[in-house]
């Protein structure tokens, strides 16, 4: 896959490192000419292209191939900018797929379609999002959002008075805009089927469209 | 915005009625720039994370594209049965690609 | 009219000061405090520090539908930002934002928004866009029978023909503006919401343009 990474910063040369790793084409494009410089110096990440540029213009996208990018992430420190690159990716350019990262948590709202982004993520929200699923136990805890906010993807850790407990997943009542993705039991991933039977401390995955959180936060938590 | 007719390009002359070149939409491919002439057939407020859009679907006989424009309810002049040509690089759906606030070009019935 | 200006720069401290000393009541936001010296000590607006695309920062400064706003920090992404969430966030019809980029200016103003590049960049062109109201003309001929008056226009003027507007108002729409781009427009050509139209217009008619164009209603 041909991955465009706007923002070279520690972020972005990690992915991109990452990626090219994987066997994608990357091209990492910043502002920055001392970075870009020294990226291109350094051949660091390896096979990484380098571009010095404004990712927040329509004619540098254009000469650094957007118009056949399969994947543009806007990873820069300042979200202004991301949300520019990624309206320009997806208007312009119609990129299939366009991540965005958010970088002040107040900001997190417009990291929609709105701005032409299909996966925000907020480094702070996962953070704590994280921390929260260490510490607590019978919570609903959000970890991602997909689609602009349309799919989110949520975690319990059944407590020992959960309703679930003893159920079989196709008793759990869970409505139909909602999935079981993955039930983590001591420490081995079980791929759910309808009768998989679930246990106090399972981390149930589940993926939720539309506006039914409550509906499976009452079946797996009460 | 408005793309004129080979005969029409004469910039010394006045120019009279502008003729706007548009592709058929079985032939637009996503990704290029494209400039497709049709009706409107279809028009719907789809609203996302809270924020207004509004989807509107054109058709010129060869297939129907969609066109949306974020964050808008409506759009002056554009109405069911309007003739309107759309402009813009659109993106692959599962039946039918779709323009993201494109340019668009009110057009007479 | 109640007018929100983001940005204290010269550009903004100067519109700030000229709707101020009228009767409007303007707020100015920035993020940097010290901008608002510019401002002078007997600036009769508010004063905000935040940041102009933040709702509570907005909400906190009476941003109402029928408000304007005027995005000019001196970073384009920004304005984009204050602009949009203006518009689409709290409905506010009256929104100019400041462009540095021309190329830029063209995909936004499909967005519907209207804006002023630099080279044009005057505090009195920003004022004309914020306040309908104003009718200070392009041009006057010295015998001052005829004006070149600019409008944009509204949605309920949408799908009215040049060659229809010419006619109502006895006037010649010089120069259309559209998505950014100019053009001297045909008369069979349609006017679409947001543009912006150059008239060519007996000074004793420019009202019925006005009218011919669904401004009347549009009185601050």
Redesign the interface.
């Given at each position: 896959m041909k991955v465009i990474i706007a923002g070279a910063g520690s972020v972005g040369r990690y992915m991109a490192g990452q990626l090219q790793d994987s066997g994608h084409a990357v091209t990492l494009i910043d502002n920055d000419a001392s970075i870009v410089a020294n990226g291109q110096a350094t051949r660091t990440p390896v096979g990484v292209t380098w571009f010095l540029g404004d990712a927040?213009?329509?004619?540098t996208l254009r000469s650094i191939g957007t118009?056949?990018a399969d994947i543009v992430a806007a990873v820069t420190g300042?979200d202004?900018?991301n949300?520019?690159v990624s309206l320009?990716s997806?208007?312009?350019?119609?990129v299939?797929r366009v991540l965005a990262r958010v970088n002040n948590p107040?900001?997190e709202?417009?990291f929609?379609?709105?701005w032409?982004v299909d996966v925000s993520v907020s480094t702070p929200h996962l953070l704590t999002a994280l921390v929260e699923e260490a510490v607590t136990v019978g919570s609903f805890v959000r970890l991602l959002s997909l689609e602009?906010?349309?799919a989110r993807l949520a975690e319990v850790t059944l407590a020992a008075g959960s309703p679930a407990i003893t159920k079989e997943i196709t008793q759990l009542g869970l409505p139909r805009e909602s999935t079981v993705v993955a039930v983590l039991r001591e420490g081995h991933v079980v791929v759910p089927r309808g009768d998989t039977v679930l246990h106090e401390g399972d981390e149930v995955l589940v993926l939720v469209t539309g506006g039914v959180e409550d509906d499976v936060r009452r079946a797996l938590v009460g | 915005m408005v793309r004129l007719g080979r005969k029409q390009r004469d910039s010394r002359q006045p120019q009279p009625v502008p003729e706007i070149v548009g592709t058929r939409i079985s032939d637009a491919q996503p990704r290029a720039r494209v400039c497709v002439i049709g009706k409107v057939t279809r028009m719907t407020a789809r609203p996302t994370s809270g924020q207004p859009a509004l989807a509107v679907s054109i058709s010129d006989g060869t297939g129907t594209v969609t066109a949306v424009w974020t964050g808008r309810r409506e759009i002056g002049g554009i109405t069911l049965g309007r003739r309107v040509a759309i402009e813009g690089v659109p993106v692959k759906r599962a039946d039918h690609l779709e323009f993201t606030n494109p340019g668009y070009t009110l057009l007479p019935r | 009219m109640h007018v929100i200006v983001v940005g204290c720069g010269r550009v903004g401290s100067e519109v700030a000061l000229s709707l101020a000393s009228t009767d409007h009541s303007v707020v100015v936001i920035d993020r940097r405090l010290e901008a608002f010296r510019r401002l002078g000590e007997g600036f009769t607006g508010t004063t905000m520090v935040g940041v102009g695309f933040d709702r509570d920062v907005l909400t906190g400064a009476g941003v109402t539908p029928d408000c304007a706003v005027a995005a000019v920090t001196s970073g384009d992404n920004s304005n984009i930002l204050i602009a949009r969430v203006a518009r689409e966030t709290f409905g506010v019809q009256h929104v100019v934002a400041r462009i540095y980029d021309p190329r830029r200016a063209e995909i936004y103003e499909r967005l519907g928004i209207a804006t002023v590049a630099t080279v044009a960049w005057t505090s009195a062109r920003v004022l004309r866009h914020l306040l309908a109201s104003d009718t200070t003309p392009d041009w006057i001929d010295p015998t001052a029978k005829f004006t070149i008056v600019e409008r944009r226009v509204a949605a309920g003027a949408a799908g009215m023909s040049i060659a229809e507007l010419e006619a109502s108002t006895s006037g010649r729409v010089a120069v259309l503006g559209r998505f950014g781009q100019a053009s001297i427009p045909a008369p069979a050509m349609l006017l679409q919401e947001d543009d912006v139209v150059h008239v060519v217009i007996a000074s004793d008619n420019a009202a019925s343009l006005d009218s011919a164009l669904h401004l009347a209603g549009e009185t601050h």
């Amino acid at each position: 896959m041909k991955v465009i990474i706007a923002g070279a910063g520690s972020v972005g040369r990690y992915m991109a490192g990452q990626l090219q790793d994987s066997g994608h084409a990357v091209t990492l494009i910043d502002n920055d000419a001392s970075i870009v410089a020294n990226g291109q110096a350094t051949r660091t990440p390896v096979g990484v292209t380098w571009f010095l540029g404004d990712a927040c213009e329509v004619a540098t996208l254009r000469s650094i191939g957007t118009a056949d990018a399969d994947i543009v992430a806007a990873v820069t420190g300042d979200d202004e900018d991301n949300l520019v690159v990624s309206l320009l990716s997806k208007q312009e350019f119609a990129v299939p797929r366009v991540l965005a990262r958010v970088n002040n948590p107040k900001n997190e709202w417009m990291f929609t379609d709105m701005w032409g982004v299909d996966v925000s993520v907020s480094t702070p929200h996962l953070l704590t999002a994280l921390v929260e699923e260490a510490v607590t136990v019978g919570s609903f805890v959000r970890l991602l959002s997909l689609e602009g906010g349309k799919a989110r993807l949520a975690e319990v850790t059944l407590a020992a008075g959960s309703p679930a407990i003893t159920k079989e997943i196709t008793q759990l009542g869970l409505p139909r805009e909602s999935t079981v993705v993955a039930v983590l039991r001591e420490g081995h991933v079980v791929v759910p089927r309808g009768d998989t039977v679930l246990h106090e401390g399972d981390e149930v995955l589940v993926l939720v469209t539309g506006g039914v959180e409550d509906d499976v936060r009452r079946a797996l938590v009460g | 915005m408005v793309r004129l007719g080979r005969k029409q390009r004469d910039s010394r002359q006045p120019q009279p009625v502008p003729e706007i070149v548009g592709t058929r939409i079985s032939d637009a491919q996503p990704r290029a720039r494209v400039c497709v002439i049709g009706k409107v057939t279809r028009m719907t407020a789809r609203p996302t994370s809270g924020q207004p859009a509004l989807a509107v679907s054109i058709s010129d006989g060869t297939g129907t594209v969609t066109a949306v424009w974020t964050g808008r309810r409506e759009i002056g002049g554009i109405t069911l049965g309007r003739r309107v040509a759309i402009e813009g690089v659109p993106v692959k759906r599962a039946d039918h690609l779709e323009f993201t606030n494109p340019g668009y070009t009110l057009l007479p019935r | 009219m109640h007018v929100i200006v983001v940005g204290c720069g010269r550009v903004g401290s100067e519109v700030a000061l000229s709707l101020a000393s009228t009767d409007h009541s303007v707020v100015v936001i920035d993020r940097r405090l010290e901008a608002f010296r510019r401002l002078g000590e007997g600036f009769t607006g508010t004063t905000m520090v935040g940041v102009g695309f933040d709702r509570d920062v907005l909400t906190g400064a009476g941003v109402t539908p029928d408000c304007a706003v005027a995005a000019v920090t001196s970073g384009d992404n920004s304005n984009i930002l204050i602009a949009r969430v203006a518009r689409e966030t709290f409905g506010v019809q009256h929104v100019v934002a400041r462009i540095y980029d021309p190329r830029r200016a063209e995909i936004y103003e499909r967005l519907g928004i209207a804006t002023v590049a630099t080279v044009a960049w005057t505090s009195a062109r920003v004022l004309r866009h914020l306040l309908a109201s104003d009718t200070t003309p392009d041009w006057i001929d010295p015998t001052a029978k005829f004006t070149i008056v600019e409008r944009r226009v509204a949605a309920g003027a949408a799908g009215m023909s040049i060659a229809e507007l010419e006619a109502s108002t006895s006037g010649r729409v010089a120069v259309l503006g559209r998505f950014g781009q100019a053009s001297i427009p045909a008369p069979a050509m349609l006017l679409q919401e947001d543009d912006v139209v150059h008239v060519v217009i007996a000074s004793d008619n420019a009202a019925s343009l006005d009218s011919a164009l669904h401004l009347a209603g549009e009185t601050h």
